[in-house]
């Protein structure tokens, strides 16, 4: 950092120490300059958090000298609440669920919620709630009701809000953690604006690639900084990010694969880089012999014909009767037919409001069609009685499902379900050890729901649905707001379950998961836009059509698209990395043969 | 979604009614709803009714607004009406079944004390649609003003009016979602003896209790993040300032409250 520019934040040698001895903060020393955007980096439950209220005055360590605006909070521990006081006024705060940052019920006078409790005067409170409000795209929404937003929408009057207040430094916690692909950019589009205007941003994600955008990037691990210093160099350390529970942005990824395959592209985080790299390697390679070509499309789902369905919806619509706006109906779901055979994954994707979750309702049995038929494991929902059939054999995970666990212990959480079933006590204990085993819980029965980490709520609630031992598994989001670890791990063990022979149904932000399933069903404004197998959905013709349903391409494929409008004579249209890594390492290799 | 109440449901628009002050509102709505309890003649019924409509329409309010509004409480006035239609006797026999009677004071009963509810509801539904919860907060906290002075936390009640009214539907999808939860779980609610079902609810309170509470915490964080510190040095963005409109609006519900109460003693 440049001699000679002020600092905003100065921590020195500080800890915090949670109730339960748990030590969120470990000997931090840490400087934030004026003007930066720094990016902190962490699995979940490595002290994040903990250091984003720390940086905006919210928490005081219990050791350690703390500086903010330079005002001194703390000194040796000893707390000095008057300058924590003058200090918090000139600090903005941002975190994950926008929901609970919002007061009121009319936007406008939820970002003046704040300038009014700083006490500035009405005439200036006016002026600030139409400019933040300009800047983070909102302004026509000045009189809606916050709840009937979408989630990005909320996430940017929460920030409005805070922008309000004219801090110096602005921490955003996760701001995009429960967005969809849309949502996010429109953060991050923001975000890019404040640094223009000088503001000081931490940025706290569980996003790489959005971590590419910052000055400077920090690395948590259980309470202490593992590694700091620009994108690139806290990237090249490859391996421990990994042992950190975290991975590069898919740039690096993919230069560290392509030299692992013998290709000489320099290890870099910046996409240009590396694409410009690669062409350069493979010209001269001869002309265009079959392009569009696909690799390895295995000749799967052939006997699709005699499998017995899994779900079959046939024309169904829906409204929500009860709209509290227009108290007429609105459309969630138009026309919508759907066939899963028994034993596929089936990725349902679509933008926030497109009915995602609507038709997994339906699936599930707990709303019925205004017309057409749900027929789930050979059960037509309809009919009240045969809906009892259904009990346990269809499990539903839904958003956060760890906000739901409720007993005392892990085990009696698990069993709840079986319990119901009524099932003899040592088949429900046999079932809850099998459910524990596969989240990876087992051990953990004695504990108390509340006291795991994040990563392992989403699984102890999982498990709870898999102690059912379902048939047909409905998620909806399975992966929202974890660490790219609990990705991982959640993406293994759905994997793991569908080896068993269950079907699986989950909604998902994520292309580059969707295009992992067997099939792909892609909604858009309650209409079915595409319904087929990952790659059928996911190709260069249908790229404007997803843009538009507020939808991407997966990663793999927008590189290999991109790669192949440079002149890369790409052979296929890989939709996973490994595929696409190989691809290019046959279109450069045979540009070196001739 | 059946859970959904329809408080705070502020409609926004700029009619004569959205202008006025929201302490006249709130005094103006409360003085009617109590009021009502003066109609017991269809004179004064009617009158109620049509000072009511006459709101609705300076307010600009779209009618099924007003219906919505006032439509989960057409279930309740039901078995009231009944109630009364069975069990108020007086007057003429009109029916006599086996126990049943209807008599003509029943009728009476049945149509006047539910229908001067409706009044009474649609003189809130007026406040609430028109007046920001912020606004309506604003009022509160005018009114428990005398609280505060005697010591007592009445900008903070006013407060937590206020955040409740936001939290209500956030709330009420909380628990739809955790009903549906446990149904798919094989939780019997709604099924099998009493016993059974207040045993089912537990679990369903419980988890409902943990997200309240994690609600609550990230609440605090916001406002401690917004730098919330009760009312002192807090400014307001449209301080509260009584007008002639305010005055007028005061006199003409006064005087309104007054001819329903003199119709009564007139007839």
Known sequence: MPMGTPLVAELSHVSLVYEGDVR???????????????????ANGSGKSTLASVLCGLLAPDEGDVTLLGERVLAGGKVDFAAYGRARRRLGLVFQNPDDQIVTSVVEEDVAFGPENLGVTPQEIGQRVEQELRRTA?????????????????????????????????????????????????????????????????????????????????????????????????????????????????????AGRLQELGLGVPWTTDEEELAQAISHLAEGVGPKRGAGGREEAPPRAAAADERPLAVELREVCYSYQEDRRSAQARRALEDVSLCIAAGDSLAIVGQTGSGKSTLLRLVCGLELPDSGSVRVLGVNTARRRERRLLRGRVGYV?????????????????????????LPADEVERRCQRALELVGLLGKEGCSPFELSGGQQRMCAIAGILAMQPELLVLDEPMAGLDPLGRERVAELLGRIKGRGCTIVQVTHSMDGAALADRVFVLDRTRVLAEGRPEDIFCAENEDALHDAGLGLPTPLAWALALRDRGVNLQALPLTAEGLARAIARACQAGEVR | MALRLTLGQYYPGGSLVHRLDPRTKLACSLACTLAVFFIGTPPQLAFGLAGALAATALAQLPARKVIASIRPLVAVLLVLSLFNLLFVRGGETLLSWRFLTVTTAGVHAALIFSMRLVVAVMAMAILLLTTTPMQLTDAFDAFLEPLARLGLPG?????????????????????????????????????????????????????????SIHHAEGLSRALDARCYAGGAGRSHWHPLRMTGRDWLALAVVASWIFALILLGHAL
């Open chain 1, 24 to 42: 969120a903060l470990d000997d931090v020393s840490l400087t934030v300059a004026e003007g930066e955007r720094l990016c902190i980096l962490g």
């Open chain 1, 138 to 254: 909102m302004g026509e929404f000045a009189k809606a009701d916050p709840t009937r937003l979408s989630g990005g929408q909320k996430q940017r009057v929460a920030i409005a809000g805070a922008l309000a207040m004219h801090p110096r430094v602005l921490v955003l916690d996760e701001p995009g953690a429960l967005l969809d692909v849309r949502g996010r950019r429109s953060v991050m589009r923001v975000m890019a604006r404040l640094k223009e205007s000088g503001t000081t941003v931490v940025h706290i994600t569980h996003f790489m690639e959005e971590a590419l955008a910052a000055d400077r990037v920090i690395v948590m691990r259980a309470g202490r900084v593992a590694l700091s210093g620009t994108p690139a160099e806290v990237f090249s350390h490859s391996g421990e990010l990994r042992s950190l529970g975290l991975h590069e942005p898919f740039a690096a990824r993919l």
């Open chain 1, 398 to 422: 839904m958003q956060h499902p760890e906000r739901q666990l409720f007993a005392e212990t892990v085990a009696l959480d698990v069993a709840f379900g079986p319990t119901n079933l009524g």
């Open chain 2, 155 to 211: 900008h903070e009640l006013a407060m937590v009016f206020s955040l409740m009214l936001r939290f209500i539907p956030t709330l009420a999808d909380e628990t739809q979602a955790i009903l549906d939860a446990q149904s798919m779980r094989g939780a019997a609610l709604g099924e099998g003896s009493p016993a059974r079902r207040l045993r089912s609810v537990v679990p369903v309170l419980v988890a409902l209790l943990a997200s």
